[in-house]
Structure formats: C-alpha cells, structure tokens
C-alpha cells in the first residue's frame, strides 16, 4: 500500500501562487507515476500534471506555463508550484501514485490518491 499526503492548499488572490505538496509513505516503488488531478464542485476530476521517476511531465493544457510539477524522489515528495492562479483553478486538489510509466492524465490508471487539498482562487 501507499499512502499519499497533501499540504499546501490555501485561499490566494488571482495572480497568486501556491505550491503544493504530496509525500508518499509505505510501498513507495509503487509511485514510478506520480501526478495532480483536481475537482471542482459539479464537475469530473481532471488530470493537471503528472511526472514520472525519470522527471518526465505532462501537462494539461490548462495549466501549461504556470503550473510546474516535480518530485523529490529521495524524499518520496511529488509538487505543483502554481502562478497565474486564476478563479477557474479552484478546485480540491488530489495527488495520485501508481507503479505504471506513460499513464498520462487519466485518473483511472492511478490506484494511490492522496484525501486532497483545497485551492481557492478569489477574483
């Protein structure tokens, strides 16, 4: 099993930053993917970026340029530093984990989620 923790959500105003973070814990080879996916009230989670173990990112097209995500793989900690923030990013943000490479921004190939963390950006 592996389990995933979030911290860093929090309220900005639009053009705010916040950085996210996910640390992973127990079977942590499990997590050769990792990535954030999102939920807002009323509508189906989405993939926002993802990063493998050798750092290769994928980006939803949304967020490409002011979101970045990396990963400490020695520390088993996967981020999401965010600028630009706007309305439209709020949302419950949720780190996922799985042992698969090339699972893109499907949340339905990750088997570890994270109980997520709120982002509210004000206008």
């Known amino acids: 099993q592996v389990q995933l923790v979030e911290s860093g959500g929090g309220s900005v105003e639009a053009g705010g930053s916040l950085r996210l973070s996910c640390a992973a814990s127990g079977y942590t080879y499990s997590t050769n993917s990792m990535g954030w996916f999102r939920q807002a009230p009323g509508k189906e989670r989405e993939g926002v970026a993802t990063?493998?173990?050798?750092?290769?990112?994928v980006y939803a097209v949304s967020v490409k340029g002011r979101f970045t995500a990396s990963r400490d793989n020695a520390k088993n900690t996967l981020y999401l530093q965010m600028n630009s923030l706007k309305p439209e990013d709020t949302a419950m943000y949720y780190c996922?984990?799985?042992w698969g490479y090339g699972l893109g921004l499907h949340a339905r190939n990750y088997n570890y989620w994270g109980q997520g963390t709120q982002v509210t950006v004000s206008s």
């Open positions: 990063v493998d173990r050798s750092g290769t990112t």
């Open positions: 996922a984990a799985d």
